[in-house]
């Protein structure tokens, strides 16, 4: 029963957030909507901010990384912005709130799992110094983060495959060269 009372309520919240922003929607309007009293808001989140964040972590673990470990950082990337897009005015309104921590935090969040996941894949059979692996997982997550977080500051206009075939390109462009493989290795 509290996860269906979560969700009423994250898609109370995403309809609202459709009409008007964030920090005009109250616990008062969302008990309302979902014919719930706020105690029992107040039961499952300490705040809308709670519920913001309990719908970034819910829904994109689905959404982006889905059920199968062997998918491509690729085909996370596209979940991602298939996401996004399909949930555009929460996350727009998310973006233009004071509390961009949240869009903030969930994006890095799934970035690391996804550049983990990548340089997993691409230092198969090489030993990687933890500090080199981390100064790596952090240079790309924050370039992958910077880049989406413009992707949603500019309107999410941009072609998300467009996106994805150049963030490949800076990844994968040949292996002896690559640059990630390169600092691996020293």
């Known amino acids: 029963m509290s996860t269906i009372t979560k969700r009423a309520l994250a898609e109370a919240l995403k309809k ?3 009409k008007k922003p964030l920090s005009k929607i109250t616990v008062t309007d969302l008990a309302e909507a979902c014919g719930i009293n706020r105690h029992t808001f107040y039961y499952h989140f300490r705040d ?4 913001v964040e309990w719908i970034y972590c819910s829904e994109v673990e689905r959404a982006i990384m889905g059920d199968d470990p ?5 085909e996370r990337f596209r979940r991602f912005f298939t996401y996004a897009r ?7 309104s998310t973006y233009a709130c004071v509390q961009k921590d949240y869009l903030l935090r969930f994006m890095y969040t ?3 799992k996804i550049i983990s996941n990548i340089l997993d894949e691409m230092a198969e059979g090489i030993t990687v110094a933890p500090e080199k692996r981390k100064f790596i997982t952090d240079f790309y997550t924050y370039a992958f983060e910077g880049i989406i977080f413009s992707w949603v500051r500019d309107g999410m206009e941009q072609d998300p495959e467009e996106l994805i075939k150049m963030l490949g390109a800076i ?4 292996n002896e060269e690559n640059s990630l493989l390169r600092i691996l290795e020293t």
């Open 86 to 92: 399909e949930n555009k005015k929460f996350i727009m």
């Open 171 to 174: 990844i994968t462009r040949g």
């Open 70 to 74: 062997a998918d491509s950082w690729e």
């Open 16 to 18: 609202m957030m459709e």
């Open 48 to 51: 809308i901010y709670d519920l």
């Open 110 to 112: 799934y970035i690391v």
